[in-house]
């Protein structure tokens, strides 16, 4: 995705967010302080799908030849009264928007989408359950040949797939997990454990939050991950989010993924080295 358009997705971004607060914003009206936004997600989710179906729609409402206003408007007038009037808003201010084309603005509503459900998990308090929910089902799938293949197969319709999410993880997890679970089995471009990946990561920005994923041998106590999460805290200049992962391959110490950096410490990665200099 080019700069210009994440610099889109982050005017989006800030729409939901005043949005969710009840505050005028980039929408510019005053929205009633006791919307109920708790089906936020689902609206923008099913105009997701919506403009997934309809290439024509998809046309309308990125059309660069057609005027910003012209577009919002036409968002407005067909949306109003199928979707809560947040969802109406925050589809007229992206269809307003330039974008590389519908397919873009697509995936910039799905992630408004995913953003108003983590959003919506803050406020209940159910943030950071989520966020490790969402993980360990992801490494749950990656470990596990069989479920990989369930949740990739296209031969396979996806709602039988959403299905066998449903099965997984309903009453042992939280609603928001189960949810993103289950569109996350539609994505497109990306595997299913990488559009969880995303989702663990927007999870952590609504609370400035880096992800660090921590492999190491045997699990650690919970005065080791409070000790690391601060020494990574300090590292990075701002909170982190510890997710454990525990891989017997490690033999010892520990690997450290911290966004695009990785902190080797590994004795498996030692005894690789020492075998790269006596070959």
Do not use: C
Request: avoid cysteine; aromatic fraction near 2%; proline fraction near 2%.
């Amino acid at each position: 995705m080019s700069l210009d358009e994440d610099t889109r997705i982050s005017a989006l971004d800030e729409v939901l967010d005043t949005q969710q607060r009840g505050h005028v914003g980039l929408v510019g009206r005053l929205l009633r302080l006791d919307a109920d936004t708790d089906s936020l997600g689902h609206d923008l989710f099913g105009v997701v799908d919506a403009l997934d179906s309809s290439a024509a729609l998809r046309r309308a409402l990125s059309d660069p030849g057609s005027p910003a206003d012209a577009r919002r408007r036409l968002a407005g007038n067909l949306l109003k009264g199928k979707v809560s009037e947040e969802a109406v808003n925050v589809v007229a201010e992206a269809s307003a928007m330039r974008w590389a084309g519908g397919r873009a603005l697509v995936a910039a509503l799905e992630r408004q989408a995913v953003r108003a459900e983590l959003l919506q998990a803050d406020q209940n308090g159910q943030l950071e359950e989520t966020e490790d929910e969402l993980f360990r089902f992801a490494r749950l799938v990656e470990s596990s040949p069989e479920l990989r293949e369930a949740m990739s197969d296209r031969g396979v319709g996806i709602a039988h797939r959403q299905e066998l999410v449903s099965q997984l993880l309903t009453g042992k997890v939280s609603d928001t997990t189960v949810r993103l679970a289950k569109r996350a089995v539609a994505a497109r471009e990306r595997t299913f454990a990488h559009t969880i990946e995303g989702y663990v990561n927007l999870a952590a920005a609504q609370k400035n939050r880096l992800i660090a994923t921590v492999r190491v041998a045997r699990p650690l106590t919970e005065e080791q991950t409070t000790r690391l999460r601060a020494a990574l805290g300090r590292q990075a200049g701002r909170e982190v989010f510890v997710q454990v992962v525990v891989d017997p391959e490690i033999v010892g110490g520990v690997r450290v993924e911290l966004g695009d950096e990785v902190i080797e410490g590994s004795v498996a990665a030692r005894l690789t080295e020492a075998r790269r200099l006596f070959s």
